[in-house]
């Protein structure tokens, strides 16, 4: 896969990419990932990338050029499944649209600053809007990290084992059921006897009704919405 970002700063979105499972997926070659900084698509001398809101009002919007002449250029070398813009006020962000995305073969992401994009850019560019909640960041970035971080593990080989994310909570709308280590006591708190009792029918059982019996307590509408 590979994910093009858009940003006017490139310097908050690289450290993620040098750590973990994000950087391994990069060294083993499963994933590439580029930022496109904004300002270097500008033509005048101020390398202006923001202006005014036509009609007034508080906060700058930005402009429609540079945007263009970023996706233009990335979409002459290649053709892209998706141009995502990051914006509160879009399709929020669940474990589903991970796994869609996580499908898909070359994405732009696109962050929005200021008060956001010219609306010119989602009706011309934009395939796809996501938030990752009901709330206002200062920009994009993060956003589009929290979605490069759900998606990128999801893609096959880039967990070493590939079961750990079929397991994760919210892939069956389920949350994650209790999980333990060793020591099998530890202060008198003992782990639960099924899980070291070798009978995995009956560990898998104890999954399912933990796993269950948590997603009623804390989240009943994931229950719900399966219905
Ligand atoms: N940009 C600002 N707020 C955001 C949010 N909640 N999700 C995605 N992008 C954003």
């Not at 698509?41 to 390398?47: A, L, P």
């Not at 002449?69 to 669940?94: F, H, S, W």
């Not at 649209?97 to 732009?108: C, E, G, R, V, W």
Request: proline share 5%; hydrophobic share 35%.
């Amino acid at each position: 896969m590979r994910i093009d970002i858009i940003t006017v700063v490139p310097d908050l979105l690289k450290s993620p990419f040098e750590a973990s499972i994000m950087q391994r997926s990069i060294a083993k070659g499963l994933v590439e990932v580029h930022f496109h900084n904004l300002r270097d698509y500008v033509t005048d001398n101020y390398r202006q990338i923001d202006d005014y809101q036509f009609g007034g009002g508080a906060g700058m919007v930005m402009m429609i050029e540079p945007i263009d002449k970023c996706i233009t250029a990335l979409k002459q070398e290649r053709t892209y499944d998706e141009v995502i813009y990051m914006t509160p006020d879009g399709e929020t962000l669940n474990q589903g649209l991970a796994n869609t995305m996580s499908l898909k073969q070359n994405i732009i992401i696109l962050c929005g600053h200021y008060k956001g994009v010219d609306q010119r850019v989602r009706d011309h560019f934009i395939t796809k809007e996501i938030s990752i909640g009901d709330y206002v960041l200062s920009g994009g970035e993060l956003g589009a990290l929290i979605l490069c971080d759900a998606v990128i593990r999801l893609i096959p080989g880039v967990l070493g084992n590939e079961t750990s994310a079929l397991t994760d909570s919210f892939q069956d709308n389920l949350l994650a059921p209790p999980i333990y280590t060793r020591p099998a006591e530890y202060k008198g708190w003992k782990v639960p006897e099924v899980l070291t009792s070798g009978n995995f029918p009956k560990i898998e059982a104890w999954r399912e009704e933990k796993a269950y019996e948590h997603t009623k307590k804390r989240r009943p509408d994931l229950l719900t919405d399966q219905e």
